[in-house]
Nanobody, 126 residues
């Protein structure tokens, strides 16, 4: 199994930036790829971005393009989500996921990944 631990969440003012990290441990050779999702109170979990672990090709939900950047550091077995120009509507719990079970796309779903982190809270104040 792969264990995932997110960090980097917190409280930020609108217009600010945060960088989330997702550190993987365990059977890291099975990561294959990583995705970020978010879930706001009362809403469904929403796809943010994904990255192919070996090729570093990236995929973004349309609403995230331009402000969010996904990346990874193979040597550290860590993925990142850089979030800029944050808005109050970006407030959510952000989850990282690994071990994709389906081809990458810009519309991946929760069922498309086999391993999940516990989430990190991001709160954007107006």
């Amino acid at each position: 199994q792969v264990q995932l631990v997110e960090s980097g969440g917190g409280l930020v003012q609108a217009g600010g930036s945060l960088r989330l990290s997702c550190a993987a441990s365990g059977r890291t050779f099975t990561i294959l790829g990583m995705g970020w999702f978010r879930q706001a109170p009362g809403k469904e979990r929403e796809f943010v971005a994904a990255i192919n672990w070996s090729r570093a090709s990236t995929y973004y939900a349309d609403s995230m393009k331009g402000r969010f950047t996904i990346s990874r550091d193979n040597a550290k077995n860590t993925g990142y989500l850089q979030m800029n120009s944050l808005k109050p509507e970006d407030t959510a719990v952000y989850y990282c996921a690994a071990r994709p079970t389906k081809p990458y796309s810009d519309r991946m779903g929760s069922a498309d990944f086999g391993s999940w982190g516990q989430g990190t809270q991001v709160t954007v104040s107006s």
